[in-house]
C-alpha cells in the first residue's frame, strides 16, 4: 500500500510517501481502507508517534489519527461492525495513522460516519470534536448561562468547542486574529476579541470556563478572566497546580480519548445540522509533506485533510 512514513523523529522535512506493508487486524481491530485522514501537526513532535503503546520505538511511523474510511476486513471477536460499513473514529496515538491507504485500528474506536458529510469532511471531526467535548463537558462541566473564553477558537477544536458550548447555551468569548472574527460569530461567538491588538484580561471579567488551545503566555493571563472556583482546561500545556491554587479556582489539562459513544453522539448533531466541521484545506496524500508545512505555519481555520482515496460521487 502507499503511505506517508518517518523513518526518523523530525519535522516535515522527514516524511516520506512511499510503498509500505499493509496491516493485518489483530483480535478486536478492523483493518479500513482510508479515504481520508485528519492530520495535526504537532503530532510530530509527540513521544507517542514514535512509541508503542508499551514504549519500545515505533519507526518507521505512519501518522494521522483522524480517519474516515470504510471496513475492508475484521480480526477475531469483532462483531459489532460489517464489511463494507462507512466508519470514523480516533486512533490511539502510540500506534500506526491513516496517512495510508489501509489502517488496521481498535474496532471499540470506531463509530458509524455521519450521513450528511463526506470522507474528507468527516475525517476533520473525530480528534477536534472529542477533544471539544470532553475538555467542555467531562472536564469543565459547562452548563447553559455560563461564561465561557476559547482561545485559539479558529482551529479544529476550537471551531467545534465554540458551537457546541453555543449550543449548550453558554455564552461565548473567543480570541482569534481579525480575519477569524466574522467566522466565529457565525459559529456562536457573542464577542469576538483580537488577540493582536487586545488583552483579552482587559475587556474580559468573572468568566467560568476557560478552554485553552494555545499555552504560553495566553495560558498564563487566562487566570485573570477566571472567576473564583472557575476552571481552565487546557490541552496545550500542563496547568501549574500552584497557579490554580492562587486564582482560587481549577486547572486541568488532558489528552483526549477516544470514544465510541462520543462519536455517535456527535454524528447525530452534525447529520441533524447543529454543528459542523471547518476545513482549511484537502491535499492529496502525496503531499502530505506540505499540509503539515501548512499546518505547522499557523493561522489555519479548522482542519487539514488528506484525501487518500478519490472522492465519492454525492448523491
Known amino acids: 500500500m502507499k503511505a506517508i512514513r518517518l523513518h526518523a523523529r523530525g ?18 481491530e478492523a483493518l479500513l481502507r482510508v479515504h481520508a485522514a485528519g492530520i495535526t501537526p504537532t503530532e510530530l513532535t509527540w513521544t507517542e508517534t514514535y512509541r508503542t503503546p508499551d514504549g519500545r520505538e515505533r519507526l518507521p511511523t505512519i501518522p494521522g489519527h483522524d480517519v474516515s474510511g470504510v471496513v475492508e476486513t475484521l480480526g477475531p471477536g469483532v462483531s459489532d461492525l460489517s464489511p463494507g460499513e462507512a466508519v470514523y473514529g480516533l486512533i490511539a496515538f502510540p500506534r500506526d495513522g491513516s496517512a495510508a491507504e489501509y489502517v488496521a ?33 467531562d472536564h469543565a462541566g459547562l452548563g447553559a448561562g455560563q461564561r465561557i473564553l476559547i482561545h485559539g477558537a479558529a482551529g479544529g477544536v476550537g471551531a467545534f468547542a465554540v458551537q457546541l458550548a453555543r449550543r449548550r447555551g453558554a455564552q461565548v468569548a473567543a480570541t482569534a486574529s481579525a480575519r477569524h472574527h466574522d467566522f466565529l460569530r457565525e459559529l456562536g461567538a457573542e464577542a469576538a476579541i483580537d488577540y493582536r491588538t487586545t488583552r483579552f484580561e482587559e475587556v474580559l471579567r468573572d468568566v467560568d470556563v476557560v478552554l485553552d488551545t494555545v499555552g504560553g503566555d495566553t495560558l498564563e ?21 500552584e497557579a490554580a491554587r492562587d486564582a482560587g479556582a481549577r486547572g486541568v489539562f488532558f489528552i483526549v480519548e477516544p470514544s465510541r459513544a462520543q462519536l455517535v453522539e456527535i454524528a447525530r448533531l452534525i447529520d441533524a445540522g447543529e454543528v459542523r ?38 448523491p
Open 277 to 314: 466541521p471547518v476545513l482549511e484545506a484537502v491535499l492529496p496524500l502525496a503531499r502530505a509533506r506540505e499540509a503539515f508545512e501548512r499546518g505547522l505555519a499557523g493561522h489555519v481555520r479548522g482542519k487539514i485533510v488528506l484525501q487518500v482515496q478519490e472522492p465519492e460521487a454525492r
Open 105 to 137: 485500528v481498535k474496532a471499540a474506536d470506531l463509530a458509524p460516519k455521519p450521513r450528511a458529510l463526506d470522507h474528507a469532511h468527516a475525517a476533520a471531526v473525530p480528534l477536534s470534536a472529542l477533544t471539544a467535548w470532553q475538555a467542555l463537558f
Open 221 to 241: 493571563r487566562s487566570w485573570r478572566v477566571l472567576r473564583r472556583g472557575g476552571t481552565l482546561v487546557s490541552v496545550a500545556a500542563p496547568v501549574p497546580p
Open 11 to 28: 519535522g516535515p522535512e522527514q516524511i516520506v510517501y512511499e510503498d509500505a506493508p499493509r496491516p493485518a487486524p489483530a483480535a478486536g
